[in-house]
């Protein structure tokens, strides 16, 4: 029995308790390690494209004053879309 499968078989046998307090800690886990990997990504300059995309957006007048945007579409954490990101 591989290693996951030993973890998803004891996590079936958790209580509904102990299977929020794993998933949470899961959830930061994963926040973890996506921050780690957009700091690396951001060091090696495979981000600079959104830099450039910024200015020509700056540019052509297409960016809004972030005191202009009501607050309903600002609040909350925003879905991350991982298939824009640069392999």
């Known amino acids: 029995m591989s290693r996951v499968e030993e973890i998803e078989l004891a996590i079936q046998e958790l209580s509904a308790e102990e299977f929020a307090r ?3 800690r899961v959830h930061e886990l994963e926040q973890e390690r996506w921050d780690e990997e957009m700091d690396r990504d951001a060091s090696a300059g495979k981000l600079d ?3 450039e995309e910024a200015e020509e957006d700056r540019l052509r007048g297409r960016l809004k004053d972030a005191a202009a ?4 579409q600002t609040s909350g954490t925003p879905a991350r879309d ?6």
């Open 22 to 24: 794993i998933a949470q």
């Open 69 to 72: 945007i009501p607050s309903s």
């Open 82 to 87: 991982k298939s824009r990101r640069p392999a």
């Open 49 to 51: 494209f959104l830099i």
